[in-house]
């Protein structure tokens, strides 16, 4: 079965804190900020599959099939996040989420259509 976005957030946010944990800014690493990290999706907006990944008050909209910023920016955090977009999975498992997110949008489009 496919992650959700909250599995995926959470793989985002573990990775960021291991990254820090070990770097030389370990002491001024504050993992609360990732609290409020999310990643979504909108289809509707854009029909090339992406992922929006919103950390505090920074978004940065990824293209997932070359895995390149397409807009936004997440400061110091965009590093971590490329290097998490390359690791083994996570490209597949937002590509899955992809498509059901497709399918929802265009299922609801439907439902809306017939009820007028």
Known sequence: MAKSF??????????????????????????????????????DADTTPHVIISIAISEA????????????????????VQRWLGRS???????EL???TQENNSRSKNERKEEE
């Open 6 to 43: 909250n599995d995926m957030a959470s793989s985002l946010r573990d990775f960021i804190a291991d990254i820090n944990s070990d770097a030389h800014n370990s002491r001024s690493f504050k993992p609360r900020q990732y609290n409020n990290l999310k990643i979504s999706m909108n289809p």
């Open 61 to 80: 909209k990824y293209n997932l099939n070359t895995l390149e910023k397409v807009n936004g920016s997440l400061g110091p955090d965009e590093r971590a």
């Open 89 to 95: 999975g996570v490209t597949e498992g937002l590509k």
């Open 98 to 100: 992809w498509k059901f």
